[in-house]
T-cell receptor, first 112, second 116 residues
Framework: KNQVEQSPQSLIILEGKNCTLQ??????????LRWYKQDTGRGPVSLTI?????NTKSNGRYTATLDADTKQSSLHITASQLSDSASYIC???????????FGRGTSLIVHP | GAVVSQHPSWVICKSGTSVKIECRSL??????MFWYRQFPKQSLMLMAT?????????EQGVEKDKFLINHASLTLSTLTVTSAHPEDSSFYIC????????????FGSGTRLTVV
């Protein structure tokens, strides 16, 4: 069964600090992995898309890594801002399917 | 970039009435759209896959007569919650695929449904 596990479930940090969110998956065959940011009461917004051959991808202060061998990904947020407070969802697509497997998300709260 | 518009963003209705939610791809054509449901602090749960010009494919446990999906054009899919009950109160989100080489999977902004 395809599964995506995220950790931690929730995280509280101070503004300006860095943090790293984790995603482990067992989706097979693997196609691509995406990180989304979901603000409360809004739809998810794409941050990064990574395919099998990509190890690192950045989008501003967001940097995603992918280790396809260990089936792990991380999302690193640098110099956090209050607007980074949101749920971050790891989404994995398997080959040949447009229906992804979602993680439960990490709820990030950035305090001033 | 690919934009998916969802309307309304929130709606309150009385028990027993029906509510229609629209999902539009604004700058691309989407032969396939998806409808999700999300409870507080939970992951998105796929309800159905909406295919242009054909019947939707519902996930196990989702009542097709309760959640009517129509995908009449390449840019519009609608979800109608029929005879709504308080337990139907939830956050509904649509998504659409941009079928390029590295296809985009774009979500709408969501609809908060409250049934009173």
């Amino acid at each position: 069964k395809n599964q995506v596990e995220q950790s931690p479930q929730s995280l509280i940090i101070l503004e300006g600090k860095n943090c790293t969110l984790q995603c482990n998956y067992t989706v097979s065959p693997f196609s691509n992995l995406r990180w989304y940011k979901q603000d409360t009461g809004r739809g998810p917004v794409s941050l990064t898309i990574m395919t099998f051959s990509e190890n690192t991808k950045s989008n501003g202060r967001y940097t995603a890594t992918l280790d396809a061998d260990t089936k792990q990904s991380s999302l690193h947020i640098t110099a956090s801002q209050l607007s980074d407070s949101a749920s971050y969802i790891c989404v994995v697509f398997s080959g040949g399917s447009y229906i992804p497997t979602f993680g439960r998300g990490t709820s990030l709260i950035v305090h001033p | 970039g690919a934009v998916v518009s969802q309307h309304p963003s929130w709606v309150i209705c009385k028990s027993g009435t029906s509510v229609k939610i629209e999902c539009r791809s604004l700058d691309f054509q989407a032969t396939t759209m998806f409808w999700y449901r999300q409870f507080p602090k939970q992951s998105l749960m796929l309800m159905a896959t909406s295919n242009e010009g054909s019947k939707a494919t519902y996930e196990q446990g989702v009542e097709k007569d309760k959640f009517l999906i129509n995908h009449a054009s390449l840019t519009l899919s609608t979800l109608t919650v029929t005879s709504a009950h308080p337990e139907d109160s939830s956050f509904y989100i649509c998504s659409a695929i941009l079928e390029t080489a590295n296809y985009g999977y774009t979500f709408g902004s969501g609809t908060r449904l409250t049934v009173v």
